[in-house]
């Protein structure tokens, strides 16, 4: 069964820290995603990765870093963190791309509070 | 520029009844488009995917959504509704590139018994 795993389900730091979520599959996918949902905002793409080591930014990477070392993990680093980071993260993967009808696999989710 | 525009944030419907999420996209090319669920604390899961094959897409759980392309529209019905189909709905549109994919705002189902 395919697996998306995020390191913690719920987060609360400080304005101004350093902040790092986790994400690891194990499906041996390419292509992978970190997304945060918002009410009445749906999921707005951060950053992703095709390859260990590459990064595009997505639609929102403001205040955001990613780090792909190795393939089946993908991690999302907020370098001082914001009251407005205060959101649910919601990682993803999916196989490399052959033409958009890739399915992507999501994690359960993150929600960091940032106080 | 692909886009996806989801009518209504929020549904409420009775169990038995039927199940109607609008969607409707703009795409510059024949786009794919799919259906992803989120069932409470949980993340997304794939629901069902338009892939040009065939108009009238079957997905899990009783869920069907049929491809329109004079109406630019992707709309996701169920005919009865469980009361287990409470959730969260994404209408999505691949945006071409490394699997990216744009996602919209999202549908709250609510079923009353």
């Known amino acids: 069964d395919v697996k998306v795993t995020q390191s913690s389900r719920y987060l609360v730091k400080r304005t101004g820290e350093k902040v790092f979520l986790e994400c690891v599959q194990d499906?041996?996918?390419?292509?992978m995603f970190w997304y945060r949902q918002d009410p009445g905002l749906g999921l707005r793409l951060i950053y992703f990765s095709y390859d260990v080591k590459m990064k595009e930014k997505g639609d929102i990477p403001e205040g955001y870093s990613v780090s792909r070392e190795k393939k089946e993990r993908f991690s999302l680093i907020l370098e001082s963190a914001s009251t407005n980071q205060t959101s649910m993260y919601l990682c993803a993967s999916s196989t490399t791309w052959t033409g958009g009808l890739e399915t992507q696999y999501f994690g359960p989710g993150t929600r960091l509070l940032v106080l | 520029a692909q886009s996806v525009t989801q009518l209504g944030s929020h549904v409420s419907v009775s169990e038995g009844a039927l199940v109607l999420l609008r969607c409707n996209y703009s795409s510059s090319v024949p786009p794919y488009l799919f259906w992803y669920v989120q069932y409470p604390n949980q993340g997304l899961q794939l629901l069902l995917k338009?892939?040009?094959?065939?108009?009238l897409v079957k997905g899990i759980n009783g869920f069907e959504a049929e491809f329109k392309k004079s109406e630019t529209s992707f709309h996701l019905t169920k005919p009865s509704a469980h009361m287990s189909d409470a959730a969260e709905y994404f209408c999505?549109?691949?945006?071409?590139?490394?699997?990216?994919?744009?996602f919209g705002k999202g549908t709250k189902l609510s079923v009353k018994p």
């Open positions: 338009y892939t040009s094959a065939a108009t």
């Open positions: 999505a549109v691949s945006r071409g590139s490394q699997g990216n994919l744009i």
């Open positions: 499906m041996d996918h390419e292509n």
